[in-house]
């Protein structure tokens, strides 16, 4: 199985933002942790904060990946350019959130990519990456 991860703007600083809310852990390590997890699903990860690179990086494994498991960050509330990405490729994708977004502010609470995603997991920390994962090898 294929599975791309791709995480969205401010991403790259888990570990050091926010930990009340986005925990201590960086990114990275997680993603070894996944890999070692799940030895026989080979992972493909991105991070980007521009808006641009991840509907390119949708449009290069959107016909041939297994899946794509998506945490679009800010851009989750904001961006048709990412939603229409992920409404244009033929391969899955779920909408992965570390924190609860609808406990938060209520700009939060509303998903442009959600619509076409096969489902979405939030609110486990960075578990949510993990169940993500799970949802695909289990269906």
Do not use: W
């Not at 703007?9 to 990114?27: A, C, D, H, K």
């Not at 939060?108 to 489902?119: D, F």
């Amino acid at each position: 199985m294929n599975l791309l991860i791709i995480n969205g703007p401010n991403l790259n600083l888990l570990g050091r933002r926010e930990q009340n809310i986005y925990g201590s852990e960086q990114f990275e390590d997680y993603y070894e942790k996944l890999k070692t997890l799940f030895p026989d699903v080979n992972f493909s990860y991105f991070q980007s904060n521009i808006e641009g690179e991840l509907v390119d990086k949708i449009h290069e494994y959107g016909f041939s990946a297994d899946g794509i498991i998506i945490n679009a960050g800010a851009y989750t509330h904001t961006s048709v350019a990412i939603r229409d990405a992920i409404a244009g490729v033929t391969t899955p994708a779920t909408e992965v959130h570390i924190s609860n977004t609808l406990t938060r502010e209520d700009f939060r609470h509303k998903s442009l990519i959600g619509p076409v995603c096969r489902g979405c997991i939030m609110g486990f920390g960075l578990d949510s990456y993990r169940l993500a994962v799970l949802s695909y090898l289990l269906t």
